[in-house]
């Protein structure tokens, strides 16, 4: 059975960060938790990711205020220079 946890993209650390994950006591471990499991379950944890751009503050109406297409080309480019390269 493979195993795996959801969790939102303000896991990530923040740019400059040593670690890739968030590892801050107050908050969340897991950098520390994801190098536990990892090591633990091995080959029956599974890493999946669920980007959800609507929730991306930097996404924003067009300029008419209507449409949304630029965003959405945004959140729909999964290519090197895309929104999750």
Partial sequence: VQLTTAMTSAVFAPAGNAKPFMDDPKRALVNTFLQ???????????????????????LHLDGNGKTCSTALRTASDFSSSGYVP
Avoid: A, E, Q
């Fill in 36 to 58: 536990n499991v990892t090591t633990t379950l091995k080959d029956r944890w599974t890493f999946s990711w669920n980007i959800y751009p609507y929730f991306d503050p930097n």
